[in-house]
């Protein structure tokens, strides 16, 4: 079964709009990690925001923030105010337990339009 | 300066060369890791590595040999590849390998691989 599931192969959304990319995940571990990471044409993967099992509240990071439902094991990327810098690869991410591996998503590609 | 460097960024190579993928951090960090990128498929982890100790082995084929010699150094050493083998390998470094943002992956910008 799939660890990760990023639904949305690929997105537009025009400049200056906010945008949400879904995530949903599966583990029986109760402690884990979920990362997003960016990945521009240039290959490199940048990392964006993190947010733990154990957190009360969403992370958020500037224009970024992680929409948590635990419940529904669902973490969700929302972009506020996108720009043209925003078109890339977005990667969902989690690790299980301590030591665990990093699995990644199949991503999204997003597209600004201006 | 950039965080963690790859070279060389891209490359070609016969299914019967050998030739090596070097990987440099500037970040500390205790933990290395290889992944490969294929078209149309998720990050897939190849190796870690935690204090130049190999700590994890996704069942990668023995063409692909890594080499850690200290913590801010890593290659990946490959011989007789598949055109399948062809793909982006992304290093990445963190400071350690457990749960928590403080180990979140900082990755370089990749080497680009074709086999013919």
């Known amino acids: 079964a799939q660890k990760i599931t990023q639904t949305q192969p690929g997105m537009f959304v025009q400049e200056k709009e906010a945008v949400t990319l879904d995530c949903t995940y599966d583990?029986?571990?109760?402690?884990?990690?979920l990362f997003w990471y960016k990945q521009p044409s240039s290959g490199e993967m940048i990392f964006l925001i993190y947010?733990?099992?154990?957190?009360?509240q969403n992370a958020t990071e500037g224009r970024y923030s992680l929409n948590f439902q635990k419940a529904r094991k669902s973490a969700n990327l929302v972009i506020s105010a996108s720009q043209l810098g925003d078109s890339a690869m977005y990667f969902c991410a989690m690790r299980e337990g301590v030591g665990g591996k990093l699995i990644f998503g199949q991503g999204t590609e997003l597209s600004v339009k201006p | 300066e950039t965080g963690v460097t790859q070279t060389p960024r891209h490359l070609v190579m016969g299914m019967t060369n050998k030739k090596s993928l070097k990987c440099e951090q500037h970040l500390g960090h205790n933990a290395m890791y290889w992944y490969k990128q294929s078209a149309k498929k998720p990050l897939e982890l190849m190796f870690v590595?935690?204090?130049?100790?190999?700590?994890e082995n996704n069942s990668v084929p023995s063409r692909f040999s890594p080499e850690c010699p200290n913590s801010s150094h890593l290659f990946l050493h490959l011989h007789t590849l598949q055109p399948e083998d062809s793909a982006l390998y992304l290093c990445?470094?963190?400071?350690?390998?457990?749960?928590?943002?403080?180990?979140?992956?900082?990755f370089g910008p990749g080497t680009r691989l074709t086999v013919t």
């Open positions: 590595y935690n204090f130049k100790e190999q700590t």
């Open positions: 947010q733990g099992s154990y957190d009360q």
């Open positions: 990445a470094s963190s400071q350690g390998t457990g749960t928590g943002a403080t180990y979140e992956q900082y």
């Open positions: 583990t029986s571990d109760p402690s884990y990690g």
